[in-house]
T-cell receptor, first 112, second 112 residues
C-alpha cells in the first residue's frame, strides 16, 4: 500500500489530557505533513516538518520525526473539545511536493 | 481571503451523464490536486498538476479527466460516471515543494 500507517485508528481522551498519534511510512521523504479534518469537511494543514528536522512546535501541537525509524508523531497538549477531528499524516511520494500520499487517519474524540 | 473553491458542494447524478466539478484557487499556487475520500480507504489522489498544461496521474485516475488551462482553475471531469465513483471529492492547492496544501470544502457526489 502507498498509504501510511497511523496508530491508533481511534482515540478517546478526557478534555485536558494530551493526545498522541503516530504515523509510519515506508520510503524516504523530504517532508511530512499533518492535517486535521472535521467531520465531512475539508482538510486543514496543521504543520510540516522537513526531513532534517527532529521536532517542531506550533501552539499546542508538537510534531517529531525520526527518519531512521520512518515514523512521526503528533502530540496535542491540553486537549479541548474543539480538537475532536480526524488527523492525517501525509508525505510526498515523489521528489517534489505535488504527489502527496495520505495515511488512513486517527479519529480523535475529546470527552468534555 | 485565500481559499480553494469547489462547486458544487453536493451532486446527485445518473450513471453515464457527464459532469464537471470545478475548482479554483486565488493564491497563485502552482500545484493543484484532486482527491477522493472513501470510508476505510482514506484519501486517494486522482490527478495532480504542477503548473499550467502540466498534469499527471495519481493513484486512482481511471474514469476521470482533468485540465489545467489557467493557473487558478483545475476542473475534474467524469465523462461517464459510474456508481463506484460515488465519493467525497476534494481539490487542493499548494505553493511549490515544502509547503502544505490548502483544501476546498469538498464535493459529495452520488451516482445512481
Amino acid at each position: 500500500s502507498q498509504q501510511g500507517e497511523e496508530d491508533p485508528q481511534a482515540l478517546s481522551i478526557q478534555e485536558g489530557e494530551n493526545a498522541t498519534m503516530n504515523c509510519s511510512y515506508k520510503t524516504s521523504i523530504n517532508n511530512l505533513q499533518w492535517y486535521r479534518q472535521n467531520s465531512g469537511r475539508g482538510l486543514v494543514h496543521l504543520i510540516l516538518i522537513r526531513s532534517n528536522e527532529r521536532e517542531k512546535h506550533s501552539g499546542r501541537l508538537r510534531v517529531t520525526l525520526d527518519t531512521s525509524k520512518k515514523s512521526s508523531s503528533l502530540l496535542i497538549t491540553a486537549s479541548r473539545a474543539a480538537d475532536t477531528a480526524s488527523y492525517f499524516c501525509a508525505r510526498p511520494s515523489n521528489f517534489g511536493n505535488e504527489k502527496l500520499t495520505f495515511g488512513t487517519g486517527t479519529r480523535l474524540t475529546i470527552i468534555p | 481571503e485565500a481559499q480553494v473553491t469547489q462547486n458544487p458542494r453536493y451532486l446527485i447524478t445518473v450513471t453515464g451523464k457527464k459532469l464537471t466539478v470545478t475548482c479554483s484557487q486565488n493564491m497563485n499556487h502552482e500545484y493543484m490536486s484532486w482527491y477522493r475520500q472513501d470510508p476505510g480507504l482514506g484519501l486517494r489522489q486522482i490527478y495532480y498538476s504542477m503548473n499550467v498544461e502540466v498534469t499527471d496521474k495519481g493513484d486512482v485516475p481511471e474514469g476521470y479527466k482533468v485540465s489545467r488551462k489557467e493557473k487558478r482553475n483545475f476542473p475534474l471531469i467524469l465523462e461517464s460516471p459510474s456508481p463506484n465513483q460515488t465519493s467525497l471529492y476534494f481539490c487542493a492547492s499548494s505553493q511549490t515543494g515544502g509547503y502544505g496544501y490548502t483544501f476546498g470544502s469538498g464535493t459529495r457526489l452520488t451516482v445512481v
